[in-house]
């Protein structure tokens, strides 16, 4: 079985290009998988009139790096693995760069028949933020896939609810363990942050953006730092252009007890995570993502502290405003915040976990238990296999009502030109 697999690929700073190299090595043996990142994908049509592949997959996110995906999704349908459940902020970004605003308005109906006529206008005139996750730009992608993958089974119900006739899976999401690279990477890289061995670290890992929290968590490092207790906070990881989180407080009088890492090589990734004691992992608003960064996490044995989502109602917790467990049939493997009192609930987490050790290391285990049972990399792997073969087999959809420039592959241009050199083209 042939696939092309649209996804960048390391250097590229993208999490879906790490779970790309990550996962294919291990399908290599089952599947000849030719992967089409953004420098080859001018290739792939060429390619696949030669020889047709038999499945097309899309890793599709709401970031830049896969824009380039979207010239192919409906004229070359597949699986799509939707890492991100909205996926407005990328498509509307690259279509207003690219002065496509018709088209932008011709999609925005599309998804949103029922939105307000002028909602469209919002992005036309450059403005941005928050409120794109109100219209997720998603049906046009569900309908054009053969079928569609998603890494939390309440997403994949709202979207089946959704889009009844869509085939849609939900298939486990797994990263590998990353360990330190040496038995003291730990005391090394406290060391040159000027983390004391005594002190809790918190740490903040991924793309720095302000959904992260980062200005909540440095409040309430401040608040318990400003009570005695000896905590520093860790962001690794590059931050977005115009976020300006770290420095976004300034009057909190934290000092020395803030450090940043910026981008760090996966291959140190797991120092970091050895010398962090408590790993923060929020998130509002949300694309109804899966955290890789807080699935490393807890593939460390690191407690975590996670926000309470819908979609996220599955995963065991402790309350950080009641300290009850979200699930009396499983044992805590993190700590989850009301984002109706995310403040105070991020105090409350960040002091009870700076103070208790044995919480957190009875955290810790259950958390690489957890991971261990249901987010090894060889658990996405054996869903990989089921999905692609049943994505292989599935119809090729044809939604009648698709806006033009959606099918329109520029044939009839091509077929012209090459007229008048004297090429009659085949197709």
Known sequence: ??????????????????????????????????????????????????RPYDLVVYQLGNAPWHEYMWAYLAAFPGLVVMHDARLHHARARHLMQVQRV???????????????????????????GSIYYFWPMRALVLRTARLVAVHNAR?????????????????????????????GGRAELRQSLGVPDEAVLFTVFGKVTAE??????????GAIVASGINAHLLVVGDEAPGAS?????PNLALGARTHTAGYVPDDRIGDYLAASDVCVCLRWPTAQETSASWLRAIAAGRPTVITALAHLADIPSLDAGTWRRSRHDAAPVAVSIDLLDEDAAL??????????????????????????????LEHMADDYRRVLRLAASRPVPRPPDLPAHVTDDRGDTLRAIAHEMGVDLPW
């Open 1 to 50: 079985m042939r696939i092309a697999w649209f996804s960048p690929l390391p250097p590229v700073r993208s999490g879906i290009a790490a779970y790309t190299a990550e996962l294919i090595p291990l399908l290599a043996h089952d599947f000849h998988i030719d992967v089409i990142d953004l420098p080859r994908a001018h290739d792939f049509v060429w390619a696949h009139r030669q």
């Open 102 to 128: 018709e088209d932008y308005r011709r999609e925005f109906r599309y998804n949103h028949p029922d939105a307000p006529p002028a909602a469209a206008d919002y992005a036309v005139e450059g403005l941005r």
């Open 155 to 183: 997403v994949a119900a709202e979207l089946t609810a959704e889009e009844p006739a869509v085939a849609i899976e939900s298939i486990r999401m797994g990263v590998p363990a990353m360990p330190p690279r040496a038995p």
């Open 212 to 221: 992260k929290r980062i200005e909540p968590v440095m409040r309430a490092l």
């Open 245 to 249: 989180a770290v420095a976004a407080v």
């Open 347 to 376: 105090v409350e987490a960040l002091r009870r976990l700076a103070t208790d050790a044995a919480l957190r290391d009875e955290i810790g285990r259950e958390a690489f238990a957890y991971w261990n049972r249901h987010h090894r």
